[in-house]
């Protein structure tokens, strides 16, 4: 099983950026749909943003569309969430996940899922 490790978040501004990374390690992503999910305080865990296994398919979820961009270096196994014009909203621990098999299009759906890290928080101070 693949082993997921996010960082880059922390405590930043309204307004202003960050860059999520998703390292896998105990196997290869290359091929495996990878998708960025968050979990606010008192709120269910919620998608925010999915990729297939090339960089051509992605999907985003409306609150975060032309704010967030979801890429992936397969070289470097790794997956990352571009976060531009951050809001107090986006506030939560962010998750990456990896579907474990191949997959084209980017999935959005939590049980989609088999691979999970343990989180990075990420706080919006307005």
């Known amino acids: 099983q693949v082993h997921l490790v996010e960082s880059g978040g922390g405590l930043v501004q309204s307004g202003d950026s960050l860059r999520l990374s998703c390292v896998a390690s105990g196997g290869t992503i290359n091929t495996d749909g990878m998708g960025w999910f968050r979990q606010a305080i008192g709120k269910e865990r919620e998608f925010v943003a999915a990729?297939?296994?090339?960089?051509?398919?992605?999907y985003y979820a409306d609150a975060v569309k032309g704010r967030f961009t979801i890429s992936r270096d397969n070289a470097k196994n790794t997956v990352y969430l571009q976060m531009d014009s951050l809001k107090p909203e986006d506030t939560a621990v962010y998750y990456c996940a990896g579907t474990g098999y191949w997959s084209m299009i980017a999935r959005t759906q939590a049980s989609e899922y088999g691979d999970w890290g343990q989180g990075t928080q990420v706080t919006v101070s307005s």
């Open positions: 990729i297939g296994w090339t960089n051509t398919n992605t």
